[in-house]
C-alpha cells in the first residue's frame, strides 16, 4: 500500500530535551515536506527537500533540522524543543513534474513540549 | 511567502444542502489543490487543478480553476454527514514545484441533522 508513515504519533515532551520526528514514504517521490498544523494558522511549511541531500527551509524554519539521507526517509529533528514547537506535525511527499506536486500526507505527530 | 484567503472560515449547513468555499490569493498559482481533513488524520486530496478556467468533479465535488489564476472555489452538493471536516486549498505559485505549496487556513464544515 503507498503511504507516507510517521512516527511516533504522539509526544510529550520536556524543554530542551532532543528528539526526533521520522518519516518515510513507499512510492519513490522526490519530494518531501514537513509542516505544523496550529489553529488559526493552517498549515505552515517547516522545511522540504527536493531530492537526496537537497534541503531548503519554508516558512517557519526556526528551530528545527531535517535531512535527507536517503530518497525515502526525511526525519524532523528538535534539538532543543520549547512550548511555542507544541504543534500538530505532518510529513508529506510528492513527484515533481513541473507544475505536479500532488502531496501525500502522513496521518500526523502530536508533539507537546513542556 | 505567499497569502491565500479562504473563506468561509467555517460553514454551518443542514445535510442535503449545497456547500460553496473559496481561496483568492494576490498573485498567480499555477496549480490549484483542494484537501480535506478528518479529525485525527492528515489531508487527503480531493481535486488537482493545472490550467486556469479548468472545471474538475470528483463526484459531489465540483472545483474549478479561475482564469485570472488568483482564485479557485470548491463546490459539494447534497452534502451527508460524512463531508463533515476542514477543507484547505493549496496553490503552487508561479515558481514551479520547488517552491512548495501554500495552504489556506480551512474551511470547517460542520453538518447539523
Known amino acids: 500500500e503507498a503511504q507516507v508513515t510517521q512516527n511516533p504519533r504522539y509526544l510529550i515532551t520536556v524543554t530542551g530535551k532532543k528528539l526526533t520526528v521520522t518519516c518515510s514514504q513507499n512510492?519513490?517521490?522526490?519530494?518531501m515536506s514537513w509542516y505544523r498544523q496550529d489553529p488559526g494558522l493552517g498549515l505552515r511549511q517547516i522545511y522540504y527537500?527536493?531530492?537526496?541531500?537537497?534541503?531548503d527551509k519554508g516558512d517557519v524554519p526556526e528551530g528545527y533540522k531535517v535531512s535527507r539521507k536517503e530518497k525515502r526517509n526525511f526525519p524532523l529533528i528538535l534539538e532543543s524543543p520549547s512550548p511555542n514547537q507544541t504543534s500538530l506535525y505532518f510529513c508529506?511527499?510528492?513527484?515533481?513534474?513541473?507544475?505536479?506536486?500532488?502531496?501525500?500526507f502522513g496521518p500526523g505527530t502530536r508533539l507537546t513540549v513542556l | 511567502g505567499q497569502q491565500l484567503n479562504q473563506s468561509p472560515q467555517s460553514m454551518f449547513i443542514q445535510e442535503g444542502e449545497d456547500v460553496s468555499m473559496n481561496c483568492t490569493s494576490s498573485?498567480?498559482?499555477?496549480?490549484w489543490l483542494w484537501y480535506k481533513q478528518d479529525p485525527g488524520e492528515g489531508p487527503v486530496l480531493l481535486i488537482a487543478?493545472?490550467?486556469?478556467?479548468e472545471l474538475t468533479s470528483n463526484g459531489r465535488l465540483t472545483a474549478q480553476f479561475g482564469i485570472t489564476r488568483k482564485d479557485s472555489f470548491l463546490n459539494i452538493s447534497a452534502s451527508i454527514p460524512s463531508d463533515v471536516g476542514i477543507y484547505f486549498c493549496?496553490?503552487?505559485?508561479?515558481?514551479?514545484?520547488?517552491?512548495?505549496?501554500?495552504f489556506g487556513k480551512g474551511t470547517h464544515l460542520i453538518i447539523q441533522p
Open positions: 508529506a511527499s510528492s513527484l515533481i513534474r513541473g507544475s505536479y506536486n500532488e502531496q501525500f
Open positions: 512510492m519513490n517521490h522526490e519530494y
Open positions: 527537500s527536493m531530492n537526496v541531500e537537497v534541503t
Open positions: 498573485s498567480i498559482f499555477n496549480t
Open positions: 487543478l493545472y490550467k486556469a478556467g
Open positions: 493549496a496553490g503552487l505559485p508561479g515558481g514551479g514545484g520547488a517552491d512548495g505549496l501554500t
